[in-house]
């Protein structure tokens, strides 16, 4: 692979870690910590929102975001013929 | 069939399949003895992965003491599984494509300095170290409280079966019997909590069950806010500790899970850099399974507890209360003579004392469940324990017949020569492990959270940097390492341990408790390196390439 294109390659890996990592910092420091009291007004079911994503919320999106993560990444191996 | 004989008959068979199994996959190079010669499947590495992370503390131990603090628990919670996200996406893909065997290897290659490799090594052992002693505890008591041997006769059965596979198989013995060991522990940790979950709520999932009403149809977490109301207790739902604490510490056990040498090694075990991906994701869904129950057990157990004991005659105990009393892990004591068991906050008028370790442990005796559920709990307990001890206990063989012999001390050691080493490393690494066992030094409890704390300081930057950041040199990455790891082992041993002048509560610095100091620690490591960094001359051609090529996965055939 030349440099240009592996240049190209790991900005767009830049940009994936940047969004999903803003997605990872956002359901647990913000949701859970930082706006918890906002977020517990609201309940679903039994749980108030914020102590819902600090207790297990958090924990299915940090999951998702993986596997996401993985998709994306075997797509951009594709495209730069990396698989 | 009595309670004895099922756990007898449980850890019997579970122990015989895990040295089946080490028999099977004995390891014949260096390369099967590192990292399984790199051709683990990603599946069975998540299984493994999750068996290594998921200790004795988090099978006994967490459940136990988030229900007696409540939403301050989500450190735990969060901390211990938001780390995989970490791992996945900024450590393990380029960890693997960088394809040596340790993380001390990377180190020292990556900052072109055998200085960098010792400093990896020495925290890489520090950390092992303390981890594994509370590891060899557990087996020991687990041992004690269900077979009622001696918990140093329980070390020791421990020590036996872990030096069999972990010296025999190395990475690849301890890879399988893992694999093993996570299909045991969760099922032995799901069972009871879905009986419980159905008892209590009608709703077989736990995840769900908390979150629903009770046979009252008042939902389960307001009348359990509600109790703790009553008894003094602070509300379940909110927490007492500082929000800033709770943000310090939850960032120090995420860094940390992602800086952890016994972590980070075992994606060092797949084929390639895609499956390097994959079983981060397997490894966290395992994971999660665990850590998502875990807070629904803590509630449905906190509200058994109150309303089984709160108010209630002594005399009427049920039976598994006088069980656990007979342990010392509770205890009653009538201070105001009047029979009943008062159960409150405050301390002058609190009759009951509990260990919070006996709300997972206890939990299947208190929902009166089947023998057979008991004895598989206590299989289970043992099955977290052992695979983190024998994972830890291969970093620490591998760092010394690796990083130090190999690379160091005598580079020109022989393929077989190193595979003695590796074992013999090992060997002592299991009887020092087991001998903290026996005697543990009084500090293992604060030296765990230490040992995030240190790895949060020490690793976590110079790996992240190494990769991310093509400018870093050795001047940089070493200075930031060496601040990091002072500056956290002063302030753990500041306020744990009450050296260099001690302190309080009131003394921590902005607030902030030694638990969640790796996360300040951590910054200041940036800081540093980068500001050493610009001091000094770029890295050499040769390692700018080296990281362009680990950013990039090979092209497979």
Same mark, same amino acid.
């Given at each position: 692979m030349n440099k240009k294109l592996a240049e190209k390659y790991w900005k767009e890996n830049i940009k994936y870690l940047i969004i999903l990592l803003s997605i990872w910092f956002t359901v647990s420091f913000g949701f859970g910590i930082l706006l918890i009291e906002e977020l517990n007004q609201f309940k679903i079911g039994g749980f108030k929102l914020g102590f819902w994503f600090a207790q297990q919320g958090s924990i299915y999106v940090f999951v998702i975001l993986i596997f996401i993560y993985i998709i994306l990444m075997n797509r951009l191996d594709k495209k730069y013929n990396l698989k | 069939m009595t309670l004895q004989l099922w756990i007898w008959l449980m850890i019997g068979l579970t122990f015989s399949l895990y040295i089946g199994i080490a028999i099977w996959s004995k390891a014949g190079s260096t390369k099967e003895f590192y990292v399984a010669g790199s051709g683990v499947s990603p599946l069975a590495n998540g299984m493994a992965t999750a068996a290594d992370w998921m200790s004795a503390a988090s099978f006994i131990s967490m459940a136990g003491l988030i229900s007696f603090i409540g939403y301050d628990g989500s450190v735990y919670l969060m901390g211990w599984t938001g780390g995989y996200v970490l791992l996945a996406l900024l450590l393990a893909p380029y960890l693997r494509k960088f394809g040596k065997f340790t993380v001390p290897d990377f180190i020292g290659d990556r900052y072109y300095s055998d200085t960098a490799r010792v400093v990896a090594v020495f925290c890489a052992l520090i950390i092992s170290f303390t981890y594994v002693a509370g590891q060899m505890r557990g087996v020991g008591l687990v041992f004690s409280r269900y077979?009622?041997?001696d918990i140093n006769t329980g070390v020791v059965i421990g020590m036996a079966i872990v030096l069999f596979y972990a010296v025999l198989g190395g990475m690849k013995g301890i890879t399988y019997t893992q694999v093993a060991q996570y299909c045991v522990l969760i099922f032995a940790f799901m069972v009871p909590a879905i009986f419980i979950s159905i008892q209590m /709520?009608?709703?077989?999932?736990p995840q769900l069950g908390f979150g629903s009403q009770g046979s009252d149809g008042i939902y389960l977490l307001d009348k359990l806010d509600g109790l703790s109301r009553d008894l003094g207790f602070?509300?379940? /739902? /909110?927490?007492?500790?500082?929000k800033l604490d709770v943000f310090f510490i939850t960032a120090a056990l995420m860094v940390g899970t992602a800086g952890l040498p016994h972590v980070i090694v075992?994606?060092? /075990?797949?084929?390639k850099v895609s499956d390097a991906r994959k079983s981060a994701g397997w490894a966290l869904l395992f994971i999660a399974i665990l850590y998502t129950t875990a807070p629904a057990i803590a509630v449905f157990a906190r509200t058994n507890l109150i309303e089984t004991v709160s108010e209630k005659k002594y005399d009427d105990m049920p039976v598994w209360f006088e069980n656990w009393e007979k342990t010392g892990l509770l205890t009653f004591t009538d201070k105001n003579k009047d029979g009943v068991i008062q159960y409150v906050a405050d301390p002058q008028i609190n009759e009951l004392t509990i260990d919070r370790d006996i709300m997972v442990m206890a939990n299947p005796e208190i929902a009166e469940l089947p023998n057979w559920v008991i004895a598989l709990l206590a299989a289970g307990a043992l099955a977290a324990a052992l695979s983190t001890a024998a994972g830890l206990l291969l970093v620490i063989s591998s760092s010394i017949s690796h990083d130090l012999i190999k690379k160091i001390i005598k580079p020109d050691v022989s393929e077989k020569g190193e595979l003695i080493a590796a074992r013999v490393s090992a060997f002592f690494a299991v009887l020092l492990a087991g001998y903290f066992g026996i005697n543990p030094p009084g500090f293992v409890a604060a030296v765990v959270a230490l040992a995030f704390g240190l790895a949060a300081a020490s690793f976590f930057p110079a790996i992240v940097m190494g990769i991310?950041?093509?400018?870093?040199?050795k001047e940089g990455a070493i200075s930031g390492m060496v601040t990091g790891l002072l500056l956290m082992l002063f302030y753990m041993t500041k306020f744990k341990f009450g050296w260099f002048g001690g302190g309080t509560e009131a003394d921590w610095w902005f607030g902030i408790s030694p638990e969640g100091f790796g996360t300040f620690a951590m910054l200041v490591n940036f800081v540093v390196s980068l500001s050493v960094c610009h001091l000094n001359a770029k890295p050499p051609q040769e390692i700018q390439e080296l990281v362009e090529n680990i950013r990039i996965p090979t092209i497979e055939n």
């Open positions: - | 077979l009622e041997v /709520t009608g709703n077989p999932i602070h509300e379940y /739902t /909110t927490g007492e500790k500082s075992r994606f060092f /075990t797949v084929k991310f950041y093509k400018r870093m040199n």
